[in-house]
């Protein structure tokens, strides 16, 4: 009996050898005629099929890494092992890395489309993390505010206050990260987002261990879920993610607190040492082009800072959202996360420490 | 009494096991793109997942790399095997020592001291890097299920059988190898099921657009997992099972025509 059930394990495996060595021979890779470029950006972040066009109409072959956060992206590019021409990380990685001397500058006259088709305001606001707009050009932008749901609260919620309010408790969700949830705190006390002043910081601290016993869950990408379902009132969301959300329940609504909150901003940029530099320059044009940031906008459904492409959008409903396309002159006091230094990080998380284990 | 109370702790632990799973298997179904809401029965993520070319591209590299590495990983430890017998005792046992602290050792410092070689070395991260390093911490796993068949293993019958005329070559083939086959198969499955699941060192030493299916769902974790991996996760599972059954079950249908 022993035997045949040998017999019988061989057989499988011997098939299953078979194939995937069938499978293999049919395996090619072709090398783009006009050399390669090699982009790192986040996953789910494109619409593929935008980079096979790009390969088509440049001959240039891309080979696409993805990462899942700023902090997994980092060593990688710093390690070496693999030189990228072109990442797109967030505001506050984008000025550690040029702190650190990673990046190249970028040249305008050879990315046309960056400077035509992106809407000045958000170089303007990118100046917090890139002063003079010589290494990121902007890729997705986003807020980040509430989501709330009209059938559960007994009134509208205007103010990261109401986050405190006892009503609500067990019914908040907030932000598992430390930025984004000293960042509540902080616009609530009227101070910025990006403070080093302990005093300031004691007081977030103190705000966010008040406000522990009401929070149903400190969650990331869960709020997305739990709020379709139902299962919280308020809870703390990137922008990003509230048209998708309100398309699952209507009774959702996502609004930007009036104390003010963050603006993100993720970018491309071209590594100091980019191998192909010159095709990193022509697939960011080829990214800036508007049909191709449409394209990309309604794949990620992240708001575009392309003004060319926003006009192209034939839904008009989304064209004039207000959570997709915010009035940023409208508010005084949004900032944009900046890198803190080996030390800043090192108080937020261990402040954040004493929170969670409060 | 007494029966009822074991029926529901089999049953609990039925559950505990399953439960995800059938979670997953239900949700692969689901209309709806969120896990909170049923919006209606659909087999729409299987058609997208047959035309998500990265999502197959992912497997096909994660059942080369399991299959290959397990390959040459089941050769390379037989053989260590082989070798151990005829060593003196103190010398086994420090090359045994030797082979199990790979296996005791956190994944994330096999990973980064595997990426750290390679780029000392200067080699080029791709597949092959990746391939090199499952063969890495999978050959204890071989040389833990051969050794004990090996240690069973009765020195005479090979040595019968060199005295009947068969050189050692052809001796070790018929005698010795169908005695460690179990061992070896059982190596060999240990092995692939090991490399199919490993995320963190792959997540290290994969080179730029190489992707197996546990680093490629974890890309996806800013905009959430897509639900053709439910259904690619479904599956797999449903192919795992069959083959699980049709090994047991065709010794059974043996024994009965015997019978």
């Known amino acids: 009996m022993k035997k045949h059930r040998m017999t019988h394990i061989r057989q499988t495996i011997t098939a299953l050898a078979l194939l995937l060595s069938a499978a293999l021979c049919g395996c090619g890779s072709d090398k783009g005629v006009n050399g390669q470029v090699i982009v790192y950006n986040w996953g789910e972040y494109i619409d593929p099929e935008t980079l096979r066009m790009f390969e088509e109409e440049t001959g240039i072959e891309v080979i696409y890494d993805e990462f899942e956060t700023n902090e997994s992206m980092y060593p990688k590019v710093e390690s070496g092992a693999v030189a990228y021409d072109i990442a797109c990380p967030s505001d506050y990685m984008i000025s550690r890395m040029i702190q650190n001397g990673m990046l190249s500058e970028i040249n305008y006259d050879h990315i046309p489309n960056a400077k035509k088709n992106i809407g000045a305001q958000y170089y303007e606001q990118s100046r917090g993390f890139d002063p003079e707009n010589k290494y990121a050009i902007p890729y997705c932008w986003g807020t980040v505010g509430i989501l709330y749901n009209k059938t559960m609260v007994e009134e509208p919620i205007t103010r990261w206050a109401q986050l405190w309010d006892e009503k609500y408790a067990d019914n908040i969700l907030m932000q598992d990260s430390v930025r984004d949830a000293f960042m509540v705190a902080e616009k609530l006390n009227g101070d910025s987002m990006n403070t080093l002043d302990t005093n300031e910081l004691e007081a977030a601290k103190n705000l966010l261990i008040e406000q522990k016993p009401l929070v149903q869950a400190y969650v990331v990408d869960q709020v997305r879920d739990k709020m379709i379902g139902g299962e919280a009132a308020i809870g703390v969301i990137y922008s990003g993610e509230a048209i998708y959300t309100q398309k699952e329940n209507p009774d959702l609504v996502y609004m930007i607190p009036e104390e003010g909150t963050n603006v993100w901003i993720d970018s491309w940029v071209i590594l100091k040492n980019a191998p192909n530099k010159e095709n990193a320059e022509k697939f960011i044009d080829f990214m800036c082009r508007e049909d191709i940031a449409l394209m990309n906008f309604e794949y990620i459904t992240y708001s575009t800072p392309n003004v060319a492409a926003r006009e192209l959008i034939e839904d008009e409903d989304i064209k004039n959202s207000e959570i997709a396309f915010p009035d940023l002159s409208q508010y005084d006091n949004l900032e944009t996360y900046v890198y803190l230094g080996e030390d800043g990080d090192y108080l937020y998380n261990e402040l954040w420490k004493e929170v969670k284990a409060y | ?259």
């Open chain 2, 1 to 259: 009494m007494k029966t009822i109370a074991k029926r529901i702790y089999i049953a609990l632990i039925i559950l505990f096991l399953y439960a995800p799973i059938g979670i997953l298997m239900v949700l692969s179904f689901n209309e709806s793109k969120t896990r909170a809401k049923w919006g209606g029965f659909t087999f729409k993520w299987y058609i997208a997942l047959f035309q998500n070319e990265e999502i197959l591209r992912a497997l096909f590299n994660t059942l080369l790399i399991a299959f290959t590495s397990s390959l040459i990983a089941t050769v390379i430890g037989t053989v260590a095997c082989i070798a151990m017998t005829g060593m003196k005792r103190r010398a086994k046992s420090i090359l045994m020592g030797i082979t199990n602290i790979p296996m005791l050792n956190a994944d994330i410092v096999t990973g980064i001291s595997l990426m750290l070689l390679y780029i000392s070395l200067g080699i080029k991260f791709g597949m092959g890097t990746i391939l090199l390093s499952h063969i890495t911490f999978n050959i204890p796993y071989v040389i833990l299920s051969v050794m004990p068949r090996m240690k069973q293993l009765n020195v005479s019958t090979y040595e019968a059988a060199l005295d009947l005329g068969s050189s050692p070559l052809h001796a070790f083939f018929r005698v010795v190898f169908p005695d460690l086959l179990p061992g070896i198969l059982s190596g060999f499955l240990m092995a692939f099921t090991m490399s199919l699941d490993d995320f963190i060192i792959t997540h290290f030493t994969k080179g730029v657009g190489v992707d197996t299916l546990s680093t490629k769902i974890y890309t996806e974790i800013k905009k959430g997992i897509k639900p053709e991996m439910y259904a690619l996760s479904s599956l797999i599972f449903v192919t795992v099972l069959t083959l699980l059954i049709l090994i047991n079950l065709s010794p059974a249908d043996q024994k009965k025509s015997e019978a």
